[in-house]
């Protein structure tokens, strides 16, 4: 079906609010990942997802991040009291069970404010 | 993480075929060499991934030595679409990928 698909595009908020980023994976795959990306930088990897399970939370910078993924499919990623330096392009990627290709989707450009 | 070295940048012209270099001295047994390419506004993709020797698909051939501590992307006869950024990583099957910088290829008419 549809490639990997994240919601919303563009988000700018004020600096404290919390914002959730949605990332909504090609159907049947059973991997998820997160990354973020700053400008001229490659992706940075954040965390991942083996159905429901987080396998690996290690990239994420601080307790202020955090993932879930409760049905398998579709993850938020969370970021609470949000700062300045928070503002990137966050990335969701997927891959299925077979192959070890990640698809990546468009990203959320996230600007605080 | 087992971390790889490219080059920031590389000029080509059109027509030409490109060839870039990855280091990757602390490779370990379990890990695949990955190349993405990703183009501005967009994310990275997939290009191709090899273990050992020489891959070839429709679009590039990876060439990596016996010792595994480099490879080397090979882009035939590329074309301005190729221009893009392109990353080496490693993948140890965990699924924990480190991309790094990349290599800016700039090819021009």
């Known amino acids: 079906g549809a490639g990997v698909s994240q919601s919303p595009r563009y988000k700018v908020t004020k600096r404290g609010q919390d914002v959730a980023l949605r990332c909504d994976p090609i159907?049947?795959?059973?991997?998820l990942y997160w990354y973020r990306q700053a400008l001229g930088q490659g992706p940075e990897f954040l965390t991942y997802?083996?159905?429901?399970?987080?396998?690996?939370k290690s990239g994420l910078p601080n307790d202020r991040f955090s993932a879930e993924r409760p049905e398998g499919s579709i993850s938020t990623l969370t970021i609470q009291r949000t700062e300045q330096r928070d503002s990137a392009m966050y990335r969701c990627?997927?891959?299925?069970?077979?192959?070890?290709?990640?698809?990546f989707g468009p990203g959320t450009r996230l600007t605080v404010t | 993480l087992a971390k790889t070295t490219q080059p920031i940048s590389m000029d080509s012209y059109e027509g030409q075929e490109v060839n870039i270099t990855c280091s990757h001295n602390?490779?370990?047994?379990?890990?695949?060499i990955t190349w993405y390419q990703q183009f501005p506004s967009q994310g990275p993709r997939f290009i191709i991934q090899?273990?050992?020797t020489k891959v070839t698909n429709e679009v590039a051939s990876l060439f990596i030595p016996a010792d595994r501590k480099s490879s080397t992307l090979s882009l035939p006869r590329v074309s301005l679409s190729d221009t893009a950024v392109y990353y080496c990583?490693?993948?140890?099957?965990?699924?924990?990928?480190?991309f790094g910088s990349g290599t800016k290829l700039n090819v021009k008419p």
């Open positions: 990627a997927s891959s299925s069970e077979t192959t070890y290709e990640q698809y």
């Open positions: 159907s049947g795959h059973v991997s």
């Open positions: 997802f083996n159905y429901e399970a987080q396998q690996d």
């Open positions: 602390n490779i370990a047994t379990n890990d695949y």
């Open positions: 090899g273990y050992k």
């Open positions: 990583l490693l993948d140890d099957n965990f699924n924990k990928f480190y």
